[in-house]
C-alpha cells in the first residue's frame, strides 16, 4: 500500500503568470502631459504650462524605467513624455504667435494715427498731412489770469473745426514763453469731433510762476507738437 502525502500548497507565482503591478506614476505623467498640452493654446496664461511639463517629464521617465518591473504602465509613460514635450514646444509657438498679432495690430493703430511736430522740433510725417493736422487748430487766447486762490495761471484757448471726412480726435502740445523764456507746458485736446465739427478748449491752463511773469512785456503760447487720431 503506497504511502500518500498531503498536497503542498502552491508557491505564488509557481505555474501561474505573475499579476502585473501598479504604476501611478505613469499614469500621473499622462493626465499631466494631456493638461499641459491643453492649456499650452492659451497665451500668456500658458505660463503655468512649465510646471505642468515639468513634472509630467520627471513623473514619465520615473514611470517608464519603473514599467518594466511591475508590467505595466510603458505606454502611459511614453505618452507623458511626449506630450509634455509637445506642451513646452506649443508654449513658445502660440505666445510667439500672439505677440506678433498684437505688433501687427499696434503697427495698423499707427497707421490711422496723424501726428506733427512743428517749432523747432522735426516733422514725424509729410507735409501733406502737416498741413491737415495744422489747419485743424488755432491758439485764439494766450493770458494771464489770476485764479481763486490767487494764484497765476495761464489762460489758453484752442479753437478747433475738423476739416476732415472724418470723426477725429486731437492733442496739441506746446510751450509757454515769456519774453522768449519757457516758464511751463500746456496741452489741449479736443475729442471725437465729427467732419465740420467745431469746439474751442478752455481748459488747456498751465500753472506758472508769478516772478517769471509779473515782468513779462510779451507772452506766447508756442505749440511744439499736434496730432489726430480717427475712428
Known sequence: MSQQYPPQPQQPGYGEPQQPGSNGLATTALVLGIIAVVVSFIPVLNVVVWPLAILGIIFGAIGLSK???V???KGAGITGLVTS???????FAMNALFFSAVDKAGEELD??????TVGDGKSKTGGAKESEVMKDFKVTKCDVVTGDLGIKEMAIHVDYANHGDR???YVVEGEVL???KKVNDFMSTAENLAPGQKFTDKDAGALVNADEIKDAKRLECKTIKASRTDF
Open 71 to 73: 508590467r505595466k504602465g
Open 67 to 69: 514599467a518594466g518591473k
Open 85 to 91: 514635450a509637445v506642451a513646452i514646444v506649443m508654449f
Open 111 to 116: 497707421k490711422s494715427y496723424d501726428s506733427t
Open 167 to 169: 470723426r477725429y480726435s
Open 178 to 180: 515769456a519774453d522768449g
